[in-house]
């Protein structure tokens, strides 16, 4: 199994809605990332996770909340958002020798209303 | 801190025609990798290039890396209309870690 999945595809929510994006992969990877990425932009990148603990937090705001409760799964937990957070959100894994290699999702598409 | 461009940023081509895409990446960097999207899509992984002088083809599109002149190029050879999309190369932060910085990607479009 070569696939990252994500779900949901789609996302509408309001400002003061609480949902949460979700990310599997199956590779073994011990890598996983969420990346948000506006339109016309290469990605941004918002965490990482290793070995299922958070390694990096690119000052991203606390309503974005990031949880990996195994190897394989990895959550965004989204509260009072902001129209501006609207964007595909992408999740990659990758292995953590030699290549780093990152496989991405399909990502969410999230409007915030 | 890592910056990485690419030129062209905007590419109309004939089919049939050659071209190649260039990105530079600013500070010693070990890895550099390429990256498909198409429009509403995710990103597709191309090529990984791990070391100085590393050559990678797969169809059409051939990648190379030059780690003295920090510098990549991904090259088109006998554009298809199918290769139409935005590609982006990514380099990572520093020799350790996972952490890429991406340049601004290029939008190919191939013209009949």
């Known amino acids: 199994d070569t696939e990252v999945t994500q779900t949901p595809k789609h996302l509408v929510m309001g400002m003061t809605n609480k949902k949460s994006l979700k990310c599997e992969q199956h590779m073994g990877h011990r890598a996983m990332y969420w990346y948000k990425q506006k339109a016309k932009k290469p990605p941004e990148l918002m965490f990482v996770y290793s070995y299922e603990k958070l390694s990096i937090n690119e000052s991203v705001p606390s309503r974005f909340s990031p949880e990996c409760p195994n190897s394989s799964l990895l959550n965004l937990h989204l509260h009072a958002l902001q129209p501006e957070d609207s964007a595909l959100y992408l999740c990659a894994s990758s292995p953590l020798i030699p290549t780093y290699e990152q496989y991405f999702g399909p990502g969410t598409r999230l409007t915030v209303t | 801190e890592l910056k990485v461009e690419q030129n062209p940023l905007f590419l109309s081509m004939q089919e049939g025609k050659n071209y190649t895409i260039y990105c530079n990446y600013s500070t010693t960097s070990d890895r550099l990798y390429w990256y498909r999207q198409d429009p509403g899509k995710s990103l597709e992984s191309l090529f990984v290039?791990?070391?100085?002088?590393a050559v990678k083809q797969e169809g059409r599109l051939m990648a190379s890396l030059d780690t003295k002149a920090r510098l990549s190029t991904l090259h088109i050879t006998a554009a298809v209309h199918d290769l139409s999309a935005t590609y982006f190369c990514?380099?990572?932060?520093?020799?350790?870690?996972?952490?890429?910085?991406f340049g601004e990607g290029t939008q190919l479009t191939v013209n009949p």
């Open positions: 990514a380099a990572r932060r520093g020799t350790s870690g996972s952490r890429l910085t």
């Open positions: 290039l791990l070391s100085n002088g």
